[in-house]
């Protein structure tokens, strides 16, 4: 779920309103050292620190309350360990979080390491074929809302468009997908597709993911 559609569902559980919680997602300083960095102002700034989990609130219950819980759930399950790889790495929490929500979107199987590893390559290590573009549709449907992929969307969200990384995550990663970001695979994967068996397969070059592409019966329509 993005931050939207949590808040939404609070609302339709009576838990608090929409609007007060976007209020208090965009102006409340929570004192997590993750959230020091990342300005006020847009309830966007939560995007993926509110941990998918199974929590028990109160009808009516105060906004700062309802998302401190969730986001102290994150607090718990990125642990110390896990930010000191993060450090290590010289990576930010902010684009572990964001690398996790687009393995969230992409992927539930047990390839999510794997898809970290294509979009840190293509982070730290673009080639000509890839030129730093992540060309992660799922980026695109966020900042759009849509179902149908808008390739030339103005917005920064466009990974098809605009290189590196997008401004927030695009959901709530669980701890499979944050785990995958922190301890992604070591490969020389640049691209990877879906197959006719249902499953990722991974490539090094464009021109092998294409003639994969032109193998499989799920792209000869469209």
Do not use: C
């Not at 309802?66 to 990576?91: A, H, P, S």
């Not at 970290?116 to 992660?136: F, K, Q, W």
């Amino acid at each position: 779920y993005t931050v939207a559609q949590i808040f939404q569902l609070l609302e339709e559980k009576g838990v608090a309103t929409v609007e007060d919680l976007n209020e208090t997602a965009a102006t409340h300083d929570y004192a997590f050292s993750f959230l020091q960095d990342i300005p006020l102002g847009d309830p966007e700034r939560l995007e993926g620190y509110l941990f998918p989990d199974t929590y028990e609130f109160y009808m009516g219950e105060e906004p700062v309350s309802v998302l401190n819980k969730m986001i102290l759930r994150f607090d718990e399950i990125f642990t110390d360990e896990m930010r000191q790889e993060v450090q290590n790495d010289g990576r930010t929490i902010q684009d572990v979080v964001t690398v996790a929500s687009m393995i969230e979107k992409e992927t539930d199987g047990s390839d999510q390491a794997k898809i970290a590893s294509v979009i840190y390559n293509r982070l730290d290590n673009p080639t000509s074929e890839t030129a730093g573009y992540l060309n992660i549709d799922a980026t695109i449907l966020y900042a759009t809302g849509g179902t149908e992929v808008d390739l030339n969307a103005d917005t920064p969200y466009n990974t098809r468009t605009h290189k590196g990384l997008t401004p927030t995550a695009i959901a709530s990663p669980g701890v499979d997908a944050l785990k995958a970001a922190v301890y992604p695979d070591s490969t020389r994967y640049y691209f990877y597709a879906l197959g006719d068996d249902g499953k990722h397969h991974f490539f090094a070059t464009y021109r092998e993911q294409q003639n994969f592409i032109a193998s499989q019966e799920r792209y000869q329509n469209g």
